[in-house]
Each structure stands twice: as structure tokens, then as C-alpha cells.
């Protein structure tokens, strides 16, 4: 199972994004990355804009190049709209819905969650990050994931907002409807990544 291990500073600095969560801990965010700093940046032409959408949002879902692609091929042959459906498959996927529930305070600590064995998909370990939910799927935490001190500090949180399309009752999380394009909160252009592909 393949991952991004390099520094993640560089890709949030890249995207001028913060990509995954690390809040005040992330410094220079204005800054690209890179030895030219500002000074090597150029403007960007509109498949250069695409480009960066694209890395953007496959880095913001832990995802690389080859899976990506299998994403859009599978929203490139759905019905209705084509970039609402690449962000339902990535949005069904896993480790982001741990992450959705509030599980975890970011989505790198849902992947290793979930790859370390800790979730419960109606009761069944799963530990594959990509594993896509149907409704009526149940999503809940083993008894050791929840004495992992990270996990603790954020179910402690009470102000954590749960998507529509999710339920949670303390470490049971349930798929009550398929993600809509509003529930998705970042930033995200999915008609630039569509464009980007169908070249």
C-alpha cells in the first residue's frame, strides 16, 4: 500500500493550502516551497491552474496518481454530474470518513487508523484506507483505538460538526445517505480536475 512519505509542509507551502491539518504548527503557508522561494513563482497558465487542483485535492485525500485515475475514470462513466461524482467516490472512501466523523483529528491519522487494524465496518475489521461505504454502513472504533491519547483529545471536542450524511453516537458512526457536493467544505474546483483529464 503505497503512501506519500516526504515532508508535508511542502505540499500544504505547494498548494498554499493547508493540506493536512496541522493548524498553527504549519508556518510560511504564503511561501512556496523551494530554494527561489516567491521569486521563482510564475503566473500560471490554465493548465497549469488545473495541474495544481488536481495535486491539491489528491494530496488533500491521501491519494496517488494511479488511484486518483481510477477515480475519475469511475465518475467519467457515471451519470449526471461528473466532477459531484469524484468527489462522492473520494468522500466515500474510509479513512475520510473516520476522519469525517471526528474520529481523528486529521486524515493521515484515519489512514494509520484504519491501517493499523483499529476499525469496524458493521463490525468487521477492515483495514484497507480506500475501502468504499455504502449507506447503512456502520463505522465504529475498537476498544484500543480509543485510548490512543490523539483519538482521546479529539472526541473530547464538542464542537465538531458531522457532515449531513453521517451520524455518530460516541465511536459509532453510521453512512445515512450518499455525500452531496455542499457537504464537501474545502476548497475545491472538481470542474478544473474533469477539464485537466478529459483533455
Known sequence: MAKYVGPKDR???REAFDIFSAGAKLTRLNV?????????????SQ?????REK????????????????????????KGNTGEALL???????DNTVYRLGLTPSRPAARQIVSHGHVLVNGKKVNIPSFSL????????????????????VLDQKDIKIPSWLERKALVGKVSSFPRRE???EPINEQDIVEFYSR
Do not use: M
Request: no cysteine.
Open 55 to 78: 495535486q491539491k485535492v489528491k494530496r488533500l485525500y491521501g491519494v496517488l496518481e494511479k488511484q486518483f485515475r481510477r477515480y475519475v475514470g469511475e465518475a467519467l462513466k457515471s
Open 11 to 13: 505540499l500544504s507551502r
Open 134 to 153: 455504502k449507506v447503512g454502513d456502520t463505522v465504529s472504533l475498537d476498544s484500543k483505538a480509543s485510548n490512543i491519547p490523539e483519538v482521546k483529545k
Open 47 to 51: 493548465y497549469g491552474k488545473q495541474l
Open 88 to 94: 462522492v467516490g473520494l468522500e466515500r472512501r474510509l
Open 183 to 185: 457537504d464537501v467544505i
Open 32 to 44: 512556496p516551497p523551494g530554494v527561489h522561494g516567491p521569486k521563482g513563482t510564475r503566473g500560471s
